[in-house]
């Protein structure tokens, strides 16, 4: 009866318009009040405790390094850097977008920034080149969910928290999915570009790449610096988010002198509200979990799929259902607050590594932002592409097959995952 509960608060509140977050503490003091145990003083000290959190400060800095780097000339100048190695091959701008959303994804850590911005740059570019608009929209929403995946990654800094894993474990684990999601998506776009018989762009010289890599160099130092940094242990994860907001801060000002002293009060502004909301939801999915703790619900969800536990693969197969079929109407942040807590000891009871699950776990939230009717990053390709929803969906259905097909693979070959975290983290 609680966990009916909570799912009926939860979701009533959803329905009758309420944010996520008020959804959340308003499922939390319903479980108080039906356990007889309502107490201002513990809601408060729960929502004070769920933001209270050194892990958790990286976040406001990686939003802020993002909003440095866009409006400072980095993002421009690693499209550029892609463009002068690769742009020259049939289809060239699509591995182009699937480099530089690479490349962008290992310094923002956040799907929705980056396909606003890289979305705003490279579809009119693919649709000068004679792209077809939809398809290259599918490419760019369905390329971007690699940003919540790449270290440094906003899900798994939440994730981390929640679950009490180590960040840069799970940092090192979310490369090599990365790779294989740039790979798969690369081995689609092959087969689009020889059916479409898109154009080859002139391919350019020696000199001018070279020079769009030096122009570009700062751009690129920058991802390595925070993995190399990570990986030997020189800094934190929260660490690493202040050096890439000073970085950032730094090369946009001085180097590349795009960034002015006029706008960082923009950028200031825009990364408090874009934290703000995260720490706030953070803080109120403490409430809910606190409770669900108390009123043992992640032993009852346990003893609901006990029947799976002695199966690790088919457990992570049920899990994948549940999850995908959640994303379809949750965002990425609250899913991970509300479900970690929850599906957290039957993934520890089946022996499963708590860090391999949670890097398949937050690969399989950040699918829901390419499925409607919420679909967050879907929303925003719509507007950079200008197409309407419907077209949307029609011409992203083949990538968001490859990317399901690559998280069974995952599901079924663990070792995909958990031999190159181990080599990463040495």
Known sequence: MTLVIFLAALIGGMLIGLPICFALLFSGVCMMLYLNGFNAQILSQNLFSGADSFS??????????????????????????????????RGGLGYVAIMAILLFASMIGSAVASTAFLGAIL???????????DTCTGLIAAGNILSPIMPPSVPMIIFGVQAGVSVTKLFMGGIAPAVYLSGALCVLWFFIAKKDNLAKAERQSAKQVAKALLDGLWALILPVFILVGLRSGKFTPTEAGVIAAVYALVIGLFIYKELKISMLMDCLVSAAKSSSVIMFL?????????????????????????????????????????????????????????LTPVLLPAVKAAGIDVAYFGVVFILMTVLGLLT???????????????????????????????????????????????????????
């Open 56 to 89: 958790m400060m990286a976040v406001p800095f990686f939003i802020m390094a993002g909003e440095f780097m866009n409006r400072g000339g980095i993002t421009k100048r690693i499209v550029n850097a892609a463009n002068a190695i690769i742009g020259h091959v």
């Open 123 to 133: 579809i009119p570019m693919m649709v000068r080149a004679g792209y077809k608009r």
């Open 282 to 338: 953070a803080a109120a999915a403490m409430v809910s979990s606190w409770m669900m703790t108390v009123a043992n619900v992640p032993s009852i969800v346990t003893g609901i799929l006990a029947p799976f536990i002695e199966h690790p693969t088919a457990l992570m197969l049920i899990i994948c259902l549940i999850v995908l079929l959640v994303g379809t109407s949750m965002d990425v942040t609250p899913t991970i607050m509300i």
């Open 372 to 426: 409607p009717p919420v679909g967050t990053v879907l929303n925003v390709a719509c507007g950079a592409g200008k197409i309407n929803m419907e077209r949307m969906v029609k011409s992203i259905w083949p990538f968001l097959l490859a990317e399901v097909v690559i998280l069974l693979l995952m599901v079924l070959f663990p070792s995909l995952v958990t031999a190159p975290m181990n080599f990463f983290l040495g």
